[in-house]
């Protein structure tokens, strides 16, 4: 792990390139607003490594984070999640910043085998480097779909390091991906500029 303290700035360098590459040919434009899951705060999420079972899930607080709900049933999720693992791979030294996608099924209670075995199988096959997440009795969605809106795939919530939502894009357009990477970097500011310890921003 490298030292908490240059990784913020490096990170946020490379993603400007990657933000300013992504508008040239669409224009630009800033996350949705008006979304009335903004500035709600998310609770705890019981979801399931699909890599490691044992693994506890993750924490909201002390980072940014982008929630994606997807499937690989879902084209416009199959067209979308190459563009979120490039926005992760390029904050991967970056302790404040976590992408958070969990792999759903097409209707009712998801059978963890099959979740697993098609997210390993599609994420392998697109060459993408993910840590992929499972929500295997469907709780973490109705909490999302009774508190915050979520209703059709993909939805992606960015969700600030005080857990409050800040962003909500549903479905897929081709400029998501350069709004998503502008509004983390407008995130991750506010993080590496507060007084929080870099121990407790990397929680």
């Known amino acids: 792990m490298i030292a908490r303290r240059q990784p913020a700035r490096h990170a946020h360098r490379i993603l400007i390139g990657l933000i300013a590459a992504a508008m040239l040919p669409i224009g630009c434009g800033g996350p949705p607003s008006g979304h009335p899951a903004i ?45 979120m693992a490039r926005i992760a791979g390029r904050l991967a030294d970056e302790p404040g910043f976590q992408l958070i996608a969990i792999s759903c ?3 009712g209670p998801d059978e963890i085998d099959e979740i697993r075995d098609t997210t390993k199988a599609f994420l392998a096959e697109q060459r993408l480097a993910l840590d992929p997440w499972a929500d295997p ?3 973490t969605r109705m909490i999302f779909s009774e508190a915050f809106g979520f209703s059709a795939y993909p939805t992606t919530y960015l969700i600030g390091p005080d857990r409050r939502i800040r962003a909500v ?13 502008a509004a983390v970097v407008e995130a991750l500011k506010t993080l590496t500029g507060s007084a929080a310890p870099a121990a407790a921003v990397a929680r």
């Open 39 to 83: 500035g709600q705060t998310v609770g705890s999420l019981p979801i399931v490594s699909i890599r490691e079972p044992s693994k506890n899930p993750p924490t909201l607080a002390g980072k940014v984070t982008l929630l994606n709900f997807w499937g690989t049933w879902c084209p416009p999720c199959r067209r979308e999640l190459p563009g």
């Open 105 to 107: 099924g097409a209707g």
């Open 137 to 139: 009795d469907g709780m």
């Open 169 to 181: 894009w549903t479905g897929f357009r081709g400029r998501d991906e350069a709004e998503m990477a």
